[in-house]
């Protein structure tokens, strides 16, 4: 049975205001392990309301499922973003017996600005505090024990220098998402940049990622995804990448939830209306060379990830 637990619970009050988040949990008794999912939009638009069902596959496997808002390119520049998923994560961790919750499996999943920022906490969980954080003495740790993220950017010069043609004006030049995450362009401001990427903290201390990204997305090349696989791979870290055949961006999205009005660039619903879909899967465990084949990709999928990466 799914209980719809908590919702506008405010997890952070920063000085643009406070941050909230809506927590669903299976009911039934014991401690269970959460996912909290961070929404996309390109880091200056979206909300915690943009999310895919938070029920389907988690609750109804006995998860906590958290969405979670934080502060918009336009409130604030990064790294606030960052600090504020951190927080969230620390919020749920010093709440856990209050809502439930197993403190020491928790996990994060993101799609595109949300992908990014869920890498970004899970290779940057094991430090107590970032550059410009706000932490008080004794907080509890930001680590999270698995990542699923889907097709997010991990280099932010990268990914604006090789941008498509096909990408629509407003999200290109000046106005990339990428640009006003920083406050410039990335190739200007390559220590931001730097320190926004995931590539640069992939170490051997990050958790299990699972990666999916569509072959046919423009507004984020799948090449991102490829090298933070291959990084993880490099560092030990146990990782799959997920390259969905002919999906294009926003698929984790439910229908009529596309994280940016323009061109016909979205695959907003597909994934929930079409339940599976082919693709090819690169794999690496630790101790042991990397597969890779054909396979499939749904949202049972990234369930059965976080049930083996967290249920345990």
Do not use: K
Request: aromatic content about 8%; some cysteine.
């Amino acid at each position: 049975m799914i209980e719809a637990f908590r919702h506008d619970v405010v997890f952070s009050e920063p000085t643009t205001g406070p941050l909230s988040l809506d927590l669903v949990r299976p009911s039934s008794a014991g401690p269970v392990p959460v996912v909290v999912w961070v929404h996309g939009g390109g880091w200056f638009t979206g909300d915690r309301s943009l999310a895919p069902d938070l029920t389907r596959c988690f609750a109804a496997r006995g998860f906590a499922m958290a969405s979670v808002d934080y502060r918009l390119s336009g409130q604030a520049p990064f790294p606030a973003q960052l600090h504020d998923v951190r927080a969230a994560v620390r919020f749920l961790r010093s709440h856990a017996q209050e809502f439930g919750l197993a403190a020491d499996r928790i996990g994060l999943w993101g799609s595109s600005a949300g992908g990014h920022l869920a890498a970004l906490g899970g290779v940057t969980g094991h430090l107590d505090v970032l550059p410009g954080e706000d932490v008080v003495l004794g907080a509890p740790s930001a680590a999270v024990q698995a990542v699923s993220q889907g097709y997010g950017p991990v280099d932010l010069v990268r990914v604006v220098a090789d941008a498509s043609p096909a990408t629509p004006p407003a999200l290109a030049g000046a106005n990339a998402p990428e640009a006003r995450l920083l406050g410039g362009p990335p190739a200007e401001r390559l220590d931001l940049a730097r320190a926004a990427s995931p590539l640069t903290h992939v170490s051997a201390l990050a958790p299990p990622f699972q990666i999916a990204h569509g072959t046919a997305d423009v507004l984020v090349r799948p090449d991102q995804s490829v090298l933070l696989h291959e990084a993880l791979a490099a560092a030990g870290v146990e990782s799959t990448l997920y390259l969905l055949d002919g999906y294009r961006h926003g698929f984790l999205n439910p229908a009529g939830s596309v994280e940016v009005p323009g061109p016909p660039v979205f695959d907003d619903g597909r994934l929930e209306r079409e339940g599976t879909v082919t693709a090819s899967r690169r794999q690496h465990l630790p101790g042991h060379d990397e597969s890779s084949g054909p396979a499939e990709f749904s949202f049972d999928v990234v369930g059965d990830f976080f049930v083996r990466t967290l249920d345990r």
